[in-house]
């Protein structure tokens, strides 16, 4: 029973890697990147208030020392699904996820200067073969260079740091006692109040009003698969699996599943180069999530 467990990572990783649909269906329809995070975040907060509901009510307590975290947190969510969805329309979703899955390089950097976590062999090594992969991903040693968006490599980039900052600061009021559920939901709380001054009701209302059935089921999944059920199957998972493990799991299954996803829904073939700077970043991941047997030689 407990190896089902193992399923949810992997999950996760599927569900962030089939996210591209959902922004592009969306931006295709009209709907502006605030107002899109708007709907994504409006609706995952509902979930998230059921799930504290259901778990812990004591979580809706909170501490007024955490208060800058969630802060902290909120800009991070916001800044990497704006960076991830500008990479998501102008680049294959497959790269978008790669870039975005090399957010563990930018964890170690931060960690060592704000954890004092060391910076060991395995690590460096991992991190130039993630870069190299991610090199031979982008298609810049290509001859189809000049398709290849600026922005949108960019915009990947943004995201893996982005996603890296609210990594190091969940880590750290985690470590202050507070739940992963509880840093979500108050987190989705600034996010909507944020976003509020800057969301076009006028959008959501077309879109609905066009077919309204349909639409508001979509954007109901839109906001369930592309971030709230990750977020649950990952936390519930790590109750079970190592985080380590997980980790794998989930960096392995997200950009393999961004892949199929672009190849069925937008005819996007990568090149071979491609494909190895796939594998490879991959193969970079699993080395550097993967627990350590022993002690390792530090640089």
């Not at 996760?12 to 605030?34: C, K």
């Not at 979703?93 to 899955?101: D, E, M, P, Y």
């Not at 991610?134 to 980039?157: D, K, Q």
Request: proline share 4%.
């Amino acid at each position: 029973m407990k190896n089902i467990y193992f399923l949810l990572p992997a999950l996760a990783g599927i569900m962030f890697g089939s996210s591209g649909i959902f922004v592009r269906t969306l931006t295709e329809n009209g709907i502006d990147p605030t107002t899109l995070l708007f709907l994504r975040f409006s609706i995952a907060a509902v979930v998230m208030f059921v799930c504290v509901l259901l778990t812990d009510k004591s979580l809706f307590k909170i501490k007024k020392e955490y208060l800058p975290y969630f802060i902290i947190a909120a800009i991070s969510i916001v800044g990497l699904n704006l960076c991830y969805n500008e990479a998501m329309n102008s680049i294959h979703l497959s790269l978008a996820a790669v870039l975005l899955g090399t957010s563990p390089i930018f964890v170690i950097i931060g960690a060592y200067f704000t954890l004092g976590e060391k910076i060991t062999v395995k690590k460096v090594g991992s991190m130039f073969l993630a870069i190299v992969g991610c090199i031979l991903a982008s298609g810049f040693l290509e001859s189809s260079i000049g398709s290849i968006s600026l922005i949108g490599v960019l915009g990947g980039v943004g995201a893996a740091v982005f996603c890296a900052v609210y990594t190091l600061d969940s880590t750290k009021v985690i470590n202050k006692g507070c739940h992963t559920y509880c840093i979500l939901f108050y987190s989705l709380i600034l996010i909507v109040i944020l976003l509020l001054p800057f969301t076009n009701f006028g959008q959501i209302n077309h879109y609905v009003n066009v077919n309204p059935l349909s639409n508001v089921l979509f954007l109901i999944l839109h906001s369930f698969i592309s971030f709230a059920l990750p977020y649950i199957c990952l936390t519930t998972a790590l109750n079970y699996v190592e985080s380590g493990v997980a980790s794998i799991l989930l960096s392995g299954c997200e950009p393999i599943a961004a892949l199929i996803f672009g190849i069925i829904c937008y005819f996007e073939i990568p090149t071979v180069l491609m494909l190895c700077g796939l594998v490879i970043v991959i193969v970079a991941l699993v080395i550097l999530c993967k627990p350590p047997k022993k002690e390792e030689v530090k640089v």
